[in-house]
């Protein structure tokens, strides 16, 4: 017997890229409780680091942090998983390159971390494109989760990144390597 919190949603238009056809209550949660912990805790933790941008950087640094967070927790959900694993791997790595929108975000906001941003864009891209086209064997969490830290530690390598601006390519390569390209461990490991 399912629980109100378990019962699926149908999810409208546009949402349906971040939710997929159906979701549940509890996911929706999730997405959106994570998201703002996590912005939140950014904001407070590197309250120096934040405290110094102007209202246009600080105002986008919100917006990715909510993105990143959410994306990364949604990209995990049964019905975004569901969603995409059904387009194409064409479809799913455009979905990737849009993404350089993020790093280039995150290189506005702390134009010292603009380096760092580029190669996690390009990590994103590079590790996308072994998770579509490897055989399938070869893809999965364990790749995927893999390909995602190897990525972090390669940027955190970068000259001049910041705290901030670290924490949030490390979410996005999570979102976009690891959650978006691996999977979860209650699905069989699938395409990217």
């Not at 849009?98 to 134009?111: E, T």
Request: glycine fraction near 12%; include cysteine.
């Amino acid at each position: 017997m399912s629980t109100w919190i378990e019962r699926q949603i149908a999810m409208p238009g546009p949402l349906r890229l971040l939710h997929g056809e159906r979701t549940t209550l509890r996911e929706l949660a999730a997405v959106y409780l994570g998201a703002l912990a996590f912005t939140l805790g950014l904001v407070i933790a590197f309250g120096e680091d934040v405290a110094g941008l102007e209202p246009l950087r600080l105002g986008l640094l919100v917006l990715v942090a909510l993105d990143l967070a959410g994306g990364a927790v949604a990209n995990l959900c049964d019905g975004t998983r569901a969603y995409w694993r059904s387009r194409s791997r064409g479809h799913r790595l455009a979905f990737l390159a849009v993404h350089a929108a993020h790093a280039a975000a995150i290189a506005f906001i702390f134009p010292g971390s603009a380096s760092a941003a580029l190669l996690a864009w390009g990590w994103v891209m590079g590790a996308g494109a072994i998770l579509a086209l490897s055989p399938r064997a070869f893809r999965g969490d364990a790749t995927a989760m893999a390909l995602a830290l190897a990525g972090m530690v390669t940027v955190s390598l970068a000259p001049g990144l910041s705290p901030a601006a670290g924490l949030l390519l490390g979410v996005y390569l999570i979102k976009l390597v690891f959650s978006f390209g691996g999977g979860s461990t209650t699905r069989p490991s699938g395409d990217l």
